[in-house]
């Protein structure tokens, strides 16, 4: 995007750049320039930015949801440019982002803390990294960390006891988990919604911890007098009725 035309487009709320492959950090410094009241913008697939254009994203204060999605030469670096400017983030992505790790996890919860939307899809984090982050988030609700097979029930375990406004996570290949840790994630007062393709357990394994999980929060939410919807869904190839608790979140 050019400096003439990013001046003319002043009032501009919401922006797609998608898949510009000839999008550069240049183009950034425009937009923060001359688009400072963006609220939206989609830069997904742009490979053509990098940790130096957070720099110039990192002022833009009217901005509330960001989108890096597969932007491949964005790093812990960009990050923490974008923790340590002026942004009030509401939605984050930086799905598939290979070269985010552990350490950007700890420069959002320094600056970013306001989240309620973070895709970390596909990212090079760990249990460490959950561990750095979580404490700070108490305003976040829904969470992916799908493909990111470093993550353990140990994880789980940190996100159930710290992010409990959670009503949506996606575990969508998280291989190391085991149904101790769904148990502890699936506890979480708010959840609605809850992604476990590629589920490693076997099938009677799945409906039985289904099962005690239902039950757990059918008895909690009646205990306090909340109406409680029961629905089936499909977790693989089974189907496993799972509680929705209504007038929450």
């Not at 959840?191 to 409906?207: D, H, P, Y």
Request: neutral net charge; glycine residues 8%.
């Amino acid at each position: 995007m050019t400096r003439s035309a990013a001046e003319g487009c002043l009032s501009l709320e919401k922006l797609t750049l998608q898949d510009c492959q000839k999008l550069t950090d240049l183009s950034l410094k425009h937009v923060s320039k001359g688009l400072n009241k963006l609220k939206v913008l989609n830069l997904s697939f742009c490979g053509g930015i990098s940790d130096a254009g957070m720099i110039h994203l990192s002022h833009m204060t009217h901005l509330c949801s960001l989108n890096l999605r597969s932007c491949d030469n964005i790093s812990d670096t960009g990050i923490m440019h974008l923790a340590m400017g002026s942004l009030r983030l509401s939605g984050l992505d930086v799905s598939f982002c290979d070269k985010i790790g552990d350490q950007s996890l700890a420069y959002i919860a320094q600056g970013l803390y306001q989240l309620k939307s973070l895709s970390l899809c596909s990212c090079h984090i760990s249990d460490d990294g959950i561990n750095r982050m979580v404490r700070q988030m108490h305003e976040l609700k829904t969470l992916n960390i799908g493909q990111c097979v470093r993550i353990t029930d140990k994880g789980l375990e940190l996100i159930a006891d710290h992010l409990t406004q959670l009503t949506g996570i996606d575990l969508y290949g998280c291989t190391k988990i085991t149904k101790r840790g769904l148990e502890r994630i699936t506890q979480l007062p708010c959840l609605k919604v809850l992604n476990l393709g590629l589920w490693q357990m076997t099938e009677s394994e799945r409906v039985r911890v289904a099962v005690v999980v239902v039950r757990g929060r059918r008895e909690l939410a009646e205990d306090a007098g909340v109406p409680v919807m029961a629905e089936v869904c499909q977790v693989g190839d089974v189907e496993l009725e799972l509680t929705a608790v209504l007038g929450q979140g």
